[in-house]
């Protein structure tokens, strides 16, 4: 049994209720809102929405951010099968999901993000999905980042066959030629600066404009991200 | 290795409080001028900044304020517990620097609607301030601009994830810091009888 496959909510141990709360908001915003891009995950997605790159590009694309820090890929699985994206139409929908997974293996984190995938699908047949590769982390090269690596090609592996889903990746190059990553791009070594997300998220926000104006000119070739 | 190579004249020790304070504008706008240093961890609890303290991060400089914010994550802490958790830390902060103004700053308060953690962190800030107060170059400082509204609740304008400022409210909130910050070191580079705080609440 794979825990990271199988929907689990965020149970309220210390009474603040913060979880459920920000669901029942992200309902709230997914009926009110019509939004034609929808991201949803952990604090990759959650923190970007603090961020000039988010200001400056992604909300003038009419952008929803479903982002929770702390989620793992059964949080997310679960947030997407009770409501999160069912009642909405957007074109694109961007997941990032798995760098909390700690407990799992590469293989089963992939399993829980397939499983985040299929669940999205089932809503929305016909939306352009992009999945994000997980960024390194870490000041020096450290066992996670191998663990990164491996979930990176798997999930490559796994959903380049599938219509109508990319798997792309962000990472600027923050692991330097020495093999550290620099605070002034990872804070703590997981996080991203604001400096690091401009430089990151930039190229995902014209992927999107290119990916709405295709959708909306129903055009037979889908782009992608140039090859890395 | 930080706390060797520059020397700040203020430090700021503890929390995602801290640590997320390093990527504001009102950071950038009113601190970095004030030669701080940053030395927050988001998840740090109590005993994890105390052991930080105890093990070099402020001891070989010669700041003349010291600003702590610690206790946010001491979940399987009681609020008394928490408390003498943020006393060992000032203890400690003290015991390398016997003349520094230290700043312990009030929890702010969590969650989307009153809820058993907000009163905890109520209890925690009164007990704060009772027990810290009378000490010498010691105040206990609350910048809550007031973020739970009439109605009870806590806007994700102010708190996101009700529990972590936004950009905008830590501009709010810690502009008053900065002033008070600004005239403490005013104040120690011009020695005179009455030491500034922030108005009564």
């Known amino acids: 049994m794979n825990s990271a496959a199988i929907p689990a909510l965020v149970e ?29 995950g952990d604090f990759t997605v959650a923190m970007l929405s603090h961020t000039e790159v988010w200001e400056k590009y992604f909300v003038s694309m009419h952008c929803l951010n479903f982002g929770i820090s702390e989620d793992k890929t059964q949080n997310v699985l679960w947030r997407i099968e009770n409501g999160e994206v069912e009642f909405m139409n957007p074109k694109v929908i961007i997941l990032s999901v798995g760098a909390n997974n700690y407990e799992n293996t590469a293989k089963e984190v992939v399993e829980g993000i397939h499983a985040c995938l ?3 699908r089932s ?16 000041q020096h090269l450290n066992p996670v980042r191998e663990k990164i690596n491996q979930i990176n090609n798997l999930l490559e592996a796994q959903v380049k066959s599938l219509s109508n889903i990319q798997v792309v990746n962000l990472d600027p190059g923050f692991v330097q030629t020495d093999g550290t990553i620099n605070h002034h791009d990872l804070y703590d070594y997981q996080h991203l600066t604001r400096t690091a997300y401009m430089q990151a998220f ?4 014209d992927l999107i404009q290119q990916l709405i104006r295709e959708i909306t000119l129903a055009v037979v070739e889908t782009p992608t991200l140039p090859d890395e």
Request: proline share 8%; aromatic share 10%.
């Open 123 to 138: 809503y929305h047949p016909k939306a352009q999905i992009v999945v994000l590769k997980l960024f390194p982390c870490g």
């Open 12 to 40: 309220d141990c210390y009474g603040d209720d913060r979880w459920m709360c920000m669901h029942k908001r992200f309902l709230i915003e997914a009926k009110e809102r019509e939004p034609e891009v929808v991201l949803i």
């Open 202 to 205: 930039r190229p995902l926000s």
């Open 118 to 120: 299929t669940a999205i």
